[in-house]
């Protein structure tokens, strides 16, 4: 179906306006409706909307401060100038579909990430963990160009236990399987990272 290079230039395009939409959509819903640490259940407890704020790398980590922070937004925009270039080029040499897909995951996660960082502090008043943010507040936004945060949400506690006394070192404690919160736009880019790796590494390897 997807043999010619325009229709291949399509598909990328049609999936990264997609899931870009999607992520900033539901971004934007959970900064304009929620707390800090307020959470919905959306499948019992095992999958929740909870929302927190991430000032640096993906699924909550940090890198270092500011200057971290700022070192890594314009290693994202580096990052994703260099893949779209790539997968034009990629399109010109008819690479085979997967490929195209499992890149333009990579650069809408990388995308999406670069819009909370680059403007979300320009837009946004701050969110705490009593007051919900505003959307263009009259006294500015809470941070400058490049130092926004980036919001995550979604939550899958698939195990969330006390374990028994008599379990060793952790005994009495709580346990949560995958503590990770994390967005559409990382979902996209482990998504696109582990498909190249499993299913099109045979690709890369080959000598050009």
């Not at 980036?150 to 709580?174: A, K, S």
Request: aromatic share 18%; net charge positive.
């Amino acid at each position: 179906m997807f043999t010619s290079n325009k229709s291949k230039g399509f598909l990328v395009g049609a999936i990264v306006l997609l899931i870009l939409f999607l992520d900033q959509w539901l971004k934007i819903w959970v900064k304009t409706h929620f707390a800090i640490g307020e959470s919905i259940s959306v499948s019992g407890s095992w999958f929740q909307l909870l929302f927190i704020e991430n000032k640096g790398m993906a699924f909550g980590m940090f890198f270092g401060g500011d200057i971290g922070k700022l070192v890594l937004s314009l290693f994202r925009i580096v990052l994703v100038i260099f893949l779209i270039f790539y997968v034009r080029l990629l399109i010109k040499n008819r690479a085979p579909i997967g490929v195209l897909i499992g890149i333009s995951l990579i650069i809408v996660g990388a995308l999406g990430n670069i819009i909370d960082c680059a403007f979300y502090g320009m837009i946004f008043s701050d969110s705490t963990n009593i007051q919900v943010a505003q959307l263009f507040p009259p006294g500015g936004g809470y941070a400058s160009f490049l130092h926004g945060k980036v919001v995550d949400m979604l939550y899958f506690p698939f195990i969330d236990t006390t374990l028994p006394n008599w379990f060793p070192i952790w005994g009495g404690q709580n346990f949560i399987f995958f503590r990770f919160i994390f967005n559409i736009a990382d979902s996209a880019i482990t998504t696109g990272i582990l498909y190249l790796l499993i299913f099109q590494w045979r690709f890369f390897g080959k000598k050009k």
